[in-house]
């Protein structure tokens, strides 16, 4: 599903692809992907306006607009952004689903946007989770994983009896983190996802923090979580990368996680 690396993937082809052409059309009639707006709301809105700038924190973008309405976006587990020039040619960040996929494959469009050059910007989803909305409320959202420092990050990861790995996955604590990256940022540092953040030593923190902002850097240029070491092992019968152990697996944090018994035992 789409995490942290694949949304930012969708983000840069907004920035690349989508802004300052003037918007002419909009097909927002999915009353699902688009709720609570009814048909025809976020059309009004934007008609004749342009995207000036893509914003991501987390999972979650929204573009600014020379008129003001802001336009979210959030790609659920299966969403990607598409732009189709006037010519054909095709960009697409997203879900990783979306590489390799021919042109002109919009059989799961939910929305779309269309300038006044020809060009199209669609959000594409097979699982229909994702939303759109106008002027989204995003200050309850931690800060970004991808920029969070060391320091802020501690403060982050907090106190208490939850398990690392639920906290990592806390959006209000940190935004940007979903159930495979949590899994190679916790492999990456040697920490077990069930042990208590109040069991977390200040060298466990600090690793923690490296490990995520290695992730996430590998993740983004090579193509998405899916990409990352640990990612293809996480099946029964998997092996650590590092080691070749045996993975074991379980609920954590009401996730299922798998992680090495033999470098993260504690």
């Known amino acids: ?143 970004d994983a991808a920029t969070i420092t060391a320091a802020r990050f501690a403060r982050a990861v907090g106190a208490g009896r939850a398990p690392v790995k639920a906290r990592l996955l806390d959006q209000h604590a940190l935004a940007g983190v979903g159930n495979l990256l949590a899994d190679d940022v916790l492999w990456r540092a040697g920490v077990n996802p069930a042990r208590p953040v109040d069991a977390l030593t200040d060298a466990d923190r600090r690793r923690l923090h490296r490990a995520l902002r290695a992730a996430i850097d590998e993740a983004v240029r090579d193509g998405g979580v899916h990409t990352l070491p640990l990612v293809p092992e996480r099946r029964p019968g998997g092996q650590c990368p590092r080691d070749h152990t045996i993975l074991v697996h379980a609920t954590v944090g009401g996730r299922t996680t798998y992680w090495c018994p033999k470098h993260q035992a504690g």
């Open 1 to 143: 599903m789409p995490e942290l690396p694949e949304v930012e993937t969708a983000r840069a082809v907004i920035e690349r692809a989508a802004l300052k052409r003037r918007i002419v059309a909009v097909d927002d009639t999915d009353s699902y992907v688009c709720r609570p707006h009814p048909p025809g709301q976020i059309r009004d809105a934007l008609l004749g306006t342009e995207l000036t700038e893509a914003h991501r924190r987390g999972k979650t973008m929204w573009c600014d607009t020379a008129t003001g309405p802001v336009l979210g976006l959030h790609l659920g587990m299966s969403g990607k952004i598409v732009v189709t020039e006037a010519d054909g040619t095709e960009v697409d960040g997203g879900d990783y689903w979306a590489y390799g996929r021919t042109n002109g494959e919009h059989r799961f469009c939910r929305f779309s946007l269309t300038f006044a050059d020809g060009g199209v910007l669609r959000l594409l989803d097979p699982r229909r989770l994702a939303r759109v909305r106008l002027d989204p409320n995003v200050d309850d959202l931690g800060p």
